[in-house]
């Protein structure tokens, strides 16, 4: 299980990286493994800001369909338009080619409430 140590997690399976100002948001290795074979995602609320923990799109696999929770509050600025073609790099690549939205991060101390990949470990029994 591939839980990298430089990003941050929900106890919802989202991660995020932050460079600056600008967060990089998508779920985790355990979560499309949990999920299966990704067929959709859907965001649409690119412009919109957003509380953290509010549903900022779906992610669809064969047999079902789950929210997508912000980590933090924000402005939702790109959605990875890339998985409208290919949404399957959310299961091969989730933290690179498979991240699904860009966000402006209205309080970069909030990121300091989310867990460590080894906290992140612990809850998934790693």
């Not at 959709?40 to 789950?66: M, N």
């Not at 959310?90 to 101390?109: A, F, Q, R, T």
Request: glycine letters at 6%; a negative charge; zero cysteines.
């Amino acid at each position: 299980m591939n839980i990298p140590n430089e990003l941050k997690y929900t106890k919802d399976h989202e991660w995020i990286s932050f460079d600056g100002e600008t967060a990089t948001v998508g779920i985790t290795d355990f979560a499309q493994r949990e999920l299966g074979d990704i067929v959709y995602v859907e965001v649409e609320t690119v412009g919109e800001i957003l509380d953290a923990d509010a549903v900022f799109g779906t992610v669809e696999a064969v047999k079902t369909v789950s929210d997508l929770f912000l980590p933090v509050s924000g402005e939702i600025i790109e959605f990875n338009d890339s998985l409208e073609e290919t949404p399957e790099d959310v299961n091969s690549d989730p933290y690179s080619k498979g991240w699904m939205i860009k966000l402006k991060v209205n309080n970069p101390d909030d990121l300091n409430e989310l867990l460590d990949s080894d906290q992140y470990k612990d809850l998934i029994g790693e």
